[in-house]
């Protein structure tokens, strides 16, 4: 096989990128980390290291935390009028469009996705939640409020929405350049100035989205990216005495770390975490589009999405079929380096993740669950898994009750329409869930009745920039995307004059 460097599809521009000791941008300079160290960031698809990046500690996370607050309190980006910032913001999105190839390859060589998917979704994706955070820029408002205590016209009360303030930003490396896209878009319509850490796996597309950001012409500080790892980059900057919020992507066990980090200065807080969503499949479903939507609603990013449809429940009539055809569907996946053209699957993120994934595999089958297709590693180089669809599970087994965060996903029948909410409804987790029915009263009745951020019906993996996402439970705090993100990145001001 050849190896991704030497594939013929790399972009030269690609190639000098990652060839380029990776540094970390601090009050719009590319600066080495105060400590001279780098770390290594490695090519998922072979397990050798890709890139040497800066890696950014407390004292660099102090650096950009002071660089952004002299951005916010007395920069231009302070005196900026909306209309520039947005214009600013469309720019950024432009320039990403521009560079949509480069994009994709470096994501699909840092993070292992397949370059296909990359180019289709990741990339695009990012444009269009720029574009639409560059809209809202101009339309953050506050109200006239109408007294009820007071005599009329005795006072004129009204509320604005001004910036919270310096943010701090912390993501995962499932989505590394969207993510980052999602935390960036809302936090720069508000006005805000941010300190970004992106996931010690997949720095590199957050750093050339940096390059890109000093192109649009955004000034000095207003976004600072500081590479490194979680346990210090992002400690010290969820605890950071001078950062005014703190927003969190990953797992639901490091956002509780997040929340304790912040007790200190009362930052807000807000958290996207895992997830163990379910998928109901009724009887009366299309189970034509149900099948393929199950498949999907599990396999897609190779079940590295929080949103995972990880628990199939199929009511009895349609189980074995439903099952037969998701496995088939399984085994229809191309598992191969995200750089091949027929790639579907590529490998996961990391030796860590492999082995997480894979002790799961092990201990579900070890309780005796049964796997139709997949159940382990797929190959011996690189960090593969087959598609996997366990059956012969129970509410008790790890694998049905933990986020796994890879492909698998575990079958499991109902026989009593009256219970599958309770089912459904028996996890820690709330962030998304499926239903599938072509009764639109019993799908939106249950919809009605899940715990959960976000329900699809008769679809799933649906995404919008103007559609809210998060997490009931323990998935999470607040909503990204649409106008509710925007609650979080601007705090609310009653001004109430006498007249
Ligand atoms: P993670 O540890 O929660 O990492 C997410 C981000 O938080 C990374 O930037 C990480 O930095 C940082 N971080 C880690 N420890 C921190 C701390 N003490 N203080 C501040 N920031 C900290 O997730 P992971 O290790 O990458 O993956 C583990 C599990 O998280 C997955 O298996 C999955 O269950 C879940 N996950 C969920 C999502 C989601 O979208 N909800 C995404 C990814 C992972 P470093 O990467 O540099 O350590
Ligand atoms: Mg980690």
Wanted: charged fraction near 20%; glycine fraction near 10%.
């Amino acid at each position: 096989m050849a190896t991704v460097a030497s594939a013929p599809t790399i972009d030269p521009k690609v190639s000098a990128f990652v060839a380029r000791k990776q540094k970390m941008l601090i009050n719009g300079k590319w600066v080495d980390a105060a400590s001279g160290k780098t770390f290594a960031t490695y090519n998922p698809a072979t397990g050798e290291v890709l890139a040497q990046v800066a890696e950014g500690d407390r004292e660099d996370i102090n650096r950009a935390v002071r660089a952004a607050r002299a951005a916010f309190e007395s920069g231009p980006w302070s005196k900026m009028p909306p209309a520039v910032r947005g214009k600013l913001i469309w720019k950024l999105a432009d320039l990403i469009e521009k560079h949509l190839e480069e994009f994709a390859q470096l994501e699909s060589l840092d993070n292992g996705k397949p370059l296909g998917i990359a180019r289709i979704a990741d990339v695009p994706l990012t444009v269009e939640h720029m574009r639409y955070y560059a809209g809202w820029a101009t339309k953050i408002e506050g109200n006239t409020i109408p007294l009820i205590l007071a005599p009329p016209n005795k006072f004129l009360a009204y509320t604005v929405r001004e910036p919270v303030g310096v943010v701090g930003q912390i993501i995962p490396w499932n989505f590394p350049l969207l993510m980052a896209a999602w935390k960036l878009g809302p936090s720069l319509a508000a006005g805000c100035t941010s300190v970004l850490k992106p996931a010690e796996q997949t720095p590199l597309t957050a750093l050339r989205l940096g390059e890109l950001i000093q192109e649009a012409g955004f000034p000095d500080g207003v976004v600072n990216i500081v590479p490194g790892f979680g346990e210090t980059a992002g400690a010290a900057l969820a605890a950071h005495p001078d950062v005014d919020k703190v927003a969190f992507t990953g797992s639901t066990e490091v956002g509780r770390l997040i929340v304790q980090a912040a007790a200190g200065n009362l930052k807000k807080v807000s958290l996207e975490l895992g997830g163990k969503s379910p998928n109901v499949i009724f009887a009366d479903a299309d189970i034509e589009s149900a099948i393929p939507g199950a498949a999907s609603a599990i396999f897609f990013n190779h079940g590295q999405c929080c949103c995972a449809g990880s628990r199939l429940y199929v009511e009895k009539p349609i189980f074995d079929k439903v099952v037969d055809g998701v496995s088939h569907s399984a085994e229809q996946i191309k598992v191969k380096p995200g750089f091949e053209p027929d790639s579907d699957m590529g490998p996961l993120v990391s030796q860590e993740q492999l082995n997480r994934v894979c002790g799961y595999l092990e201990s579900g089958l070890k309780e005796g669950a049964k796997a139709v297709t997949g159940g382990k590693r797929h190959g011996d180089k690189g960090y593969f898994v087959k598609p996997t669809v366990l059956v012969n599970t129970n509410e008790t087994m790890k694998v049905v009750r933990e986020e796994i965060f890879g492909p698998v996903v575990t079958a499991i029948p109902f026989s009593d329409p009256s219970e599958i909410v309770g089912k459904a409804n028996d996890t820690t987790y709330g962030l998304a869930a499926g239903v599938w029915s072509r009764d639109i009263k019993k799908a939106h009745t249950v919809a009605a009745k899940l715990r959960a951020g976000t329900v699809w019906i008769n679809c799933y993996n649906v995404f919008d920039p103007a559609m809210p996402f998060g997490g009931y439970k323990e998935s999470g705090w607040g909503r990204e995307m649409g106008h509710e993100v925007l609650e979080h990145y601007t705090e609310v001001k009653s001004i109430c004059s006498a007249l």
